[in-house]
């Protein structure tokens, strides 16, 4: 039986539900240098910048049509920066 509730998982310090792709470019490139190397079973950082220009890029596409969907009109502040 599936559970009744969310979860997701994060990191204390920086609080729940955040957008990876909401990180700065300073941010991101310490994330990546933590973590490239990092051993999983598939470490998406270890792509690098490549990652955060093809994750922004879906999200970009995305997050804009789910909200239409739901009726909901807020865009991601950085989509908007880059429509001006």
């Not at 559970?3 to 920086?14: A, M, N």
């Not at 909200?67 to 991601?76: E, F, L, R």
């Amino acid at each position: 039986m599936l559970p009744s509730f969310l979860t997701h998982y994060y990191e204390v310090e920086r609080g729940p539900f955040k957008n990876i792709c909401d990180l700065s470019e300073e941010e991101v490139d310490r994330l990546i240098s933590a973590e490239k190397n990092a051993d999983t079973g598939f470490n998406r950082f270890a792509r690098g910048k490549d990652f955060f220009k093809i994750r922004r890029a879906a999200d970009d596409l995305l997050v804009p049509r789910a909200q239409k969907a739901k009726g909901i009109g807020n865009t991601p502040q950085r989509l908007e920066n880059r429509l001006r």
